[in-house]
């Protein structure tokens, strides 16, 4: 393009022709820092690019779990749950305690006479209705019957909840047996069932009778109650560490039907866990109870268990109990017993040493302290209650 001679045109085309270069350069620097490629919804493929504002880290890769080490863990719990050797479904514990078939139609009779008599007591009643109580290793059939149990807990519960409840139930049944969970149930001749309704329900009048309607019995024995015992809580805890496998055993889960109650259901399950105990050598039992279930505690210590103090014991112990997320607090402001029994008068301890010792009870002093001082800020929920006021503020 030829040059005029108007100072004020050359200037301006000069200008112009500057700005041009300027802008087209930094449209080539641009593209050049662009990825060549894009991803199915637009996002730059360059690594060297990133989409995410500088302010905010980068997502970094998980990493990848060591499989060698996944499977050495499960072969070590499988190891340790090994000791105990649940017993065979359907193995009868305890039976019926008397003999023969006529003493037992004898007995039935006498209870079910009982049951009409207004001059017997219910003591007299119902220590002939637990003569005949037996206790069994229970099967998978018995699943929907031991559901159901734990299901008369919620019996509130809308008939869809108790649905899913009762398969949730089942699952988790199934679960724990794979694990060797073994559950025991008590049951009595279904002859013997109307009668003990009629003494244990109706005879009590609003307290059960207007509450609770009778469930029918299905099988020639009624289902009472169940238990359920087993080692792989232990698994991983310094209580479990200390106690050589397939020596300690758990027990959870002991219920007795509503209108079954008062029969020695309960205390025929729990003598059922100690013959199950000294058949498969066990040395010591453990449980938990709710700190308010005075009738529970009663059961258990009637049955020789003892409360394991919580400040006056090895730190070991509390930290069994937090491990199973059941110390103060824990569950909706619940707060919960450990009890033991021995069934040897000597049961059999490892040492670690005095220095590992002093090590887990350090730490495990340290640890609980820390958790009641915190306990100070929190509600009998368990969430802090000066966070909640802020919420609700």
């Known amino acids: 393009m030829s040059m005029?001679?108007?100072?004020?045109?050359?200037?301006?085309?000069?200008?112009?022709?500057?700005?041009?270069?300027?802008?087209?350069?930094?449209?080539?620097?641009?593209?050049?820092?662009?990825?060549?490629?894009?991803?199915?919804?637009?996002?730059?493929?360059?690594?060297?690019?990133?989409?995410y504002p500088q302010s905010q880290p980068q997502p970094q890769p998980q990493p990848q779990p060591?499989?060698?080490?996944?499977?050495?863990?499960?072969?070590?719990?499988?190891?340790?749950?090994?000791?105990?050797?649940?017993?065979?479904?359907?193995?009868?514990?305890?039976?019926?305690?008397?003999?023969?078939?006529?003493?037992?139609?004898?007995?039935?009779?006498?209870?079910?006479a009982a049951a009409t008599s207004s001059s017997s007591s219910d003591a007299e009643y119902f220590a002939e209705v637990r003569d005949q109580i037996s206790v069994r290793v229970a099967t998978p059939w018995d699943d929907i019957d031991i559901a159901n149990l734990r299901l008369s807990v919620f019996s509130e519960m809308a008939p869809e909840l108790r649905a899913k409840f009762c398969q949730k139930s089942c699952e988790v049944l199934d679960h724990r047996r794979n694990k060797g969970a073994t559950?025991?149930?008590?049951?009595?001749?279904?002859?013997?069932?109307?009668?003990?309704?009629?003494?244990?329900v109706y005879q009590d009048g609003a307290d059960y009778g207007d509450l609770i309607k009778p469930r029918e019995s299905t099988s020639s024995q009624w289902f009472m109650g169940s238990v359920e015992v087993s080692v792989h809580e232990f698994y991983g805890t310094e209580?479990?560490?200390?106690?050589?496998?397939?020596?300690?055993?758990?027990?959870?889960?002991?219920?007795?039907?509503?209108?079954?109650?008062?029969?020695?259901?309960?205390?025929?399950?729990?003598?059922?866990?100690?013959?199950?105990?000294?058949?498969?050598?066990?040395?010591?039992?453990?449980?938990?109870?709710d700190v308010n279930n005075l009738a529970a505690i009663t059961l258990y210590e009637k049955a020789g268990y003892r409360i394991i103090g919580?400040?006056?014991?090895?730190?070991?112990?509390?930290?069994?109990?937090?491990?199973?997320?059941?110390?103060?607090?824990?569950?909706?402001?619940?707060?919960?017993?450990?009890?033991?029994?021995?069934?040897?008068?000597?049961?059999?301890?490892?040492?670690?040493?005095?220095?590992a010792d002093a090590k887990f009870v350090a730490e495990m002093k340290a640890a609980i302290a820390a958790r009641e001082a915190s306990a100070k800020d929190r509600g009998s929920l368990g969430f802090e209650v000066g966070t909640s006021i802020q919420h609700l503020t």
């Open 310 to 355: 919580k400040y006056d014991s090895h730190p070991m112990f509390e930290e069994f109990t937090t491990r199973l997320n059941l110390h103060d607090g824990a569950t909706k402001g619940r707060n919960h017993y450990l009890m033991e029994k021995h069934l040897t008068d000597s049961p059999s301890w490892i040492d670690v040493g005095e220095e």
């Open 4 to 51: 005029t001679n108007n100072p004020k045109a050359n200037t301006k085309s000069l200008i112009e022709s500057t700005v041009s270069d300027l802008m087209k350069r930094e449209e080539d620097r641009r593209k050049a820092s662009q990825p060549s490629s894009f991803g199915l919804f637009g996002e730059p493929l360059n690594p060297s690019y990133s989409s």
């Open 183 to 200: 559950c025991l149930v008590a049951a009595i001749d279904s002859n013997m069932r109307d009668s003990i309704v009629a003494r244990n």
């Open 66 to 112: 060591n499989l060698d080490e996944q499977y050495a863990q499960e072969r070590a719990f499988h190891n340790y749950i090994s000791y105990w050797q649940p017993p065979q479904s359907g193995s009868i514990l305890l039976h019926p305690q008397t003999g023969n078939d006529d003493a037992n139609e004898n007995s039935m009779a006498g209870a079910n």
């Open 239 to 289: 209580l479990g560490k200390r106690r050589p496998a397939g020596t300690i055993l758990y027990i959870t889960e002991v219920a007795v039907l509503p209108e079954a109650r008062r029969t020695g259901a309960a205390t025929r399950l729990m003598s059922g866990v100690d013959e199950l105990a000294t058949l498969k050598g066990i040395e010591s039992l453990y449980l938990h109870v």
